[in-house]
């Protein structure tokens, strides 16, 4: 994050504090140092009341924790400040019959070459997104990603269908002229950037609801979907893992020997045994 971008997040949340802080005071219709615990313990009912968002409720009760503590000096008021639990849902996860309606609704080669390459890896969007082309290594068959989640370098496996739908897109994209030289994006966007997470967003929806789908349909869909079939296919979870550098904790199986949940990059096959998912039409 640049110095400006770090600057304007700072200002962003002293004025997000100063609007929960002032939303308290004028529940209580006094000065805030005035407040009891019972005060703080009936605006956040309040808010409850009315529908308030588990995040929105936490953000608040963050806020006031940190201005009863630090600015007035008063624990008392600190301690009564209650967070939320944010109820935790189950993912949507598209049946492999879905995952091959969806991407085979595509058309154009750009989009179905994003969404399969964000099916078949499990990438996050913004990986996705920022791969350049010399990310591709075709000898070994893998996709290095850079600077991932937690600004980690890692490679996910490339399968041979992947590869040839990667390379069809790339000969028509040259045929355009999208693949100029000093051009270095796999999937190049607007004034020489890459496609935007947004514009990903948005392929994903648009072929889930020509593929009459119903369901909340995302990229992070896939790859949620990309991580259940390879699950189904009774792939080990530890792999799983490490393909999508996922940070859940799995507990050491003690007879298999050495922890797979230490694989070095490029992953090693004859280690793992893990093959990338196939894409679901072949």
């Not at 992070?220 to 699950?231: M, V, Y």
């Amino acid at each position: 994050m640049s110095l400006r971008g770090a600057n304007c997040a700072r200002l962003l949340i002293r004025a997000t504090k100063r609007r929960h802080v002032k939303s308290f005071a004028d529940f209580v219709g006094h000065s805030p140092d005035k407040a009891t615990p019972e005060d703080v313990r009936r605006y956040q009912l309040r808010l409850a009341s009315i529908g308030t968002t588990v995040p929105t409720l936490n953000a608040g009760a963050s806020a006031l924790r940190f201005f009863f503590r630090v600015t007035l000096k008063r624990r008392d008021l600190a301690d009564a400040v209650v967070s939320v639990r944010e109820p935790r849902r189950l993912p949507v996860v598209l049946s492999v019959e879905e995952v091959s309606r969806l991407l085979a609704s595509t058309t154009n080669i750009k989009h179905k070459a994003a969404l399969s390459l964000a099916y078949a890896t499990g990438l996050r969007s913004s990986e996705v997104v920022s791969l350049k082309l010399t990310d591709i290594d075709s000898d070994r068959m893998v996709i290095r990603v850079e600077q991932g989640k937690g600004n980690k370098d890692r490679y996910v496996l490339l399968s041979p269908n992947l590869l040839d739908i990667l390379r069809e897109w790339w000969r028509a994209a040259r045929k355009k002229g999208w693949m100029h030289s000093g051009q270095p994006w796999l999937f190049p966007g607007y004034r020489g950037q890459h496609m935007s997470r947004r514009q990903l967003h948005r392929l994903v929806c648009m072929a889930a609801e020509r593929a009459s789908i119903t369901k909340r349909v995302g990229v992070h869909t896939l790859r949620h979907s990309f991580a259940t079939h390879l699950l189904e296919q009774k792939t080990d979870i530890r792999i799983i893992q490490v393909l999508l550098e996922a940070e859940t904790y799995c507990p050491p199986t003690p007879d298999r020997g050495a922890d797979l949940l230490s694989v070095s990059s490029p992953v090693r096959r004859d280690r793992a045994h893990c093959q990338a998912i196939c894409l679901p039409w072949c």
